[in-house]
């Protein structure tokens, strides 16, 4: 019977092959425990000399890291095994003899790590990291669909800047300009006009050159957008929403959370509601915290938003930020027209802002008003324009960073450990 590491557990007492890797191994004279792995999972296989023949037992104990093979062998139930099964090998069929495998055991540096991405990804902490990210996809679609939203896909070349130019990655359409996608809201609008409900899953793009923990290149980010919601009811959905992803992964990724040692009882408090603070509050608590030099209309930075993160068990969202220092599509507070109705969610723990969202401007005049103030002219924004001409209506709609949301569930601190293949400011390889 052929099966995978995950699935083993449902074959106790029973003989089954597995395709898998050689991870680590450790021999002595009569027994060879060997550290396998397949993608699904790891498990240990005991090879016993007496049990196999010579032959076998020669291969288990010279066989080289990464080197693939079908094993054969009994499931057995192992309390001292992290998995809580292991193999008892009785054939091995050698597939590939990997030589010289670059990622040994011993400790290596982030540099070299990173470029041998294609092979580090194998190693158990990398493996737990993505199976995060995984959950994280999984749970976000499953929280999607069953609250009657549609999956959209905008487009990832693009006409317009969604953000502010300052970011944009330029390329030739033929004989056009046209940028890669920094967000794909502009479009998830137009959807929700459409749908009603919508959400996006997809790769952005920014030109940043930040070179920090919290910042790629190339970042997947999920945009919902929703039609008739205001910034408060879009809050709740946000709450709820990181809520679910979070108990989800708690719920189906224990083995993961383990590997990577993450202190799960912080995650375990989080749950909507979540606090918040408007900006002005920020300010004054950032005074009282001694950064004396924050001034009114300022963003924040990294450690700004840990600071004010401390103070918080859950994640806290700051709320009505200054016009300046916003996108122009934000809506003004109608009791103040110098701050807008957006908030951004910060996470504990010092891993930033995971979340930016607002309501969006749904007046034709004052949107105008506000492209004339970015110098947003010219046809590749008159389509958005039209959203407000036809039928507009209060809509609300926010972004969630994937990468900063994997790093937070997962303890790992830098970004680049949660995307596969990352691209940073001096890395494209592999
Ligand atoms: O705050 P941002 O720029 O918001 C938008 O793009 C909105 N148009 C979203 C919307 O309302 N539909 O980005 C949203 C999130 C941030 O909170 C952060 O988590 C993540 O995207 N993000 C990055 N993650 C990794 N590297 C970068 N360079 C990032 N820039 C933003
Ligand atoms: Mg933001």
Redesign the pocket.
Same mark, same amino acid.
């Given at each position: 019977m052929k099966t995978t590491i995950s699935q083993s557990p449902q074959f106790i007492e029973q003989t089954v092959t597995i395709g898998a890797w050689l991870a680590n191994k450790r021999s002595s004279g009569k027994i060879a425990f060997l550290q396998l792995r397949d993608g699904t999972g790891f498990i240990q296989g005991v090879v016993v000399k007496n049990d196999v023949s010579e032959e076998t037992f020669q291969l288990a104990k010279n066989m080289n890291q990464e080197s693939s093979m079908y094993i054969t062998g009994k499931i057995v139930e192992d309390n001292r095994s992290p998995f809580g099964y292991e193999m008892q090998v009785s054939n091995i069929e050698l597939i590939h003899e990997a030589n010289d495998y670059p990622i040994t055991p011993k400790e290596h540096g982030t540099e070299f790590l990173m470029d041998h991405r294609h092979l580090w990804l194998r190693s158990k902490r990398q493996h737990a990291v993505m199976k995060i990210r995984n959950e994280i996809i999984r749970s976000t679609y499953q929280f999607f669909n069953d609250n009657g939203y549609v999956k959209i896909d905008p487009p990832i070349l693009t006409g317009s800047s969604?953000?502010g130019t300052t970011e944009l990655f330029h390329t030739k359409y033929f004989d056009e300009e046209a940028y890669l996608s920094?967000?794909?809201?502009l479009y998830?609008e137009a959807a929700a006009m459409a749908f009603g409900k919508v959400f996006s899953f997809g790769p952005?793009f920014?030109a #940043?050159k930040?070179k920090t923990r919290?910042?790629?290149?190339e970042?997947w980010?999920i945009?919902p957008?929703m039609a008739f919601v205001d910034h408060n009811e879009s809050l709740e959905i946000q709450e709820q929403y990181v809520s679910f992803v979070v108990q989800s992964v708690l719920e189906n990724c224990k083995l993961e959370l383990s590997v990577l040692e993450r202190d799960t009882a912080k995650l375990e408090k989080i749950k909507a509601p979540f606090p918040r603070i408007s900006y002005d509050h920020a300010i004054e608590l950032l005074k009282e915290k001694g950064f004396d030099d924050i001034e009114w209309g300022e963003d924040f930075g990294a450690p700004h938003e840990t600071a004010i993160a401390e103070n918080f068990e859950q994640p806290v969202f700051i709320t009505n930020y200054p016009a300046e220092i916003k996108?122009f599509y934000m809506k003004p507070d109608p009791d103040r027209s110098d701050v807008v109705l957006c908030a951004?969610?910060i996470a504990p723990e010092g891993y930033g #802002?995971?979340?930016?969202?607002?309501q969006r401007i749904d007046d034709l005049e004052l949107m105008m008003e506000r492209y004339e103030q970015h110098g947003l002219t010219g046809e590749a924004y008159e389509w958005y324009l039209e959203l407000r001409k036809y039928g507009s209506v209060p809509h609300s709609?926010?972004?969630?960073?994937l990468?900063?949301?994997v790093a937070w569930l997962s303890g790992v601190d830098h970004?680049r450990e949660t995307i596969p293949f990352p691209r940073l400011l001096n890395r494209l390889y592999p």
């Amino acid at each position: 019977m052929k099966t995978t590491i995950s699935q083993s557990p449902q074959f106790i007492e029973q003989t089954v092959t597995i395709g898998a890797w050689l991870a680590n191994k450790r021999s002595s004279g009569k027994i060879a425990f060997l550290q396998l792995r397949d993608g699904t999972g790891f498990i240990q296989g005991v090879v016993v000399k007496n049990d196999v023949s010579e032959e076998t037992f020669q291969l288990a104990k010279n066989m080289n890291q990464e080197s693939s093979m079908y094993i054969t062998g009994k499931i057995v139930e192992d309390n001292r095994s992290p998995f809580g099964y292991e193999m008892q090998v009785s054939n091995i069929e050698l597939i590939h003899e990997a030589n010289d495998y670059p990622i040994t055991p011993k400790e290596h540096g982030t540099e070299f790590l990173m470029d041998h991405r294609h092979l580090w990804l194998r190693s158990k902490r990398q493996h737990a990291v993505m199976k995060i990210r995984n959950e994280i996809i999984r749970s976000t679609y499953q929280f999607f669909n069953d609250n009657g939203y549609v999956k959209i896909d905008p487009p990832i070349l693009t006409g317009s800047s969604a953000e502010g130019t300052t970011e944009l990655f330029h390329t030739k359409y033929f004989d056009e300009e046209a940028y890669l996608s920094q967000s794909g809201q502009l479009y998830m609008e137009a959807a929700a006009m459409a749908f009603g409900k919508v959400f996006s899953f997809g790769p952005t793009f920014r030109a #940043e050159k930040s070179k920090t923990r919290r910042h790629l290149i190339e970042f997947w980010m999920i945009e919902p957008e929703m039609a008739f919601v205001d910034h408060n009811e879009s809050l709740e959905i946000q709450e709820q929403y990181v809520s679910f992803v979070v108990q989800s992964v708690l719920e189906n990724c224990k083995l993961e959370l383990s590997v990577l040692e993450r202190d799960t009882a912080k995650l375990e408090k989080i749950k909507a509601p979540f606090p918040r603070i408007s900006y002005d509050h920020a300010i004054e608590l950032l005074k009282e915290k001694g950064f004396d030099d924050i001034e009114w209309g300022e963003d924040f930075g990294a450690p700004h938003e840990t600071a004010i993160a401390e103070n918080f068990e859950q994640p806290v969202f700051i709320t009505n930020y200054p016009a300046e220092i916003k996108a122009f599509y934000m809506k003004p507070d109608p009791d103040r027209s110098d701050v807008v109705l957006c908030a951004d969610l910060i996470a504990p723990e010092g891993y930033g #802002e995971i979340i930016g969202g607002s309501q969006r401007i749904d007046d034709l005049e004052l949107m105008m008003e506000r492209y004339e103030q970015h110098g947003l002219t010219g046809e590749a924004y008159e389509w958005y324009l039209e959203l407000r001409k036809y039928g507009s209506v209060p809509h609300s709609g926010f972004g969630l960073g994937l990468e900063r949301t994997v790093a937070w569930l997962s303890g790992v601190d830098h970004v680049r450990e949660t995307i596969p293949f990352p691209r940073l400011l001096n890395r494209l390889y592999p």
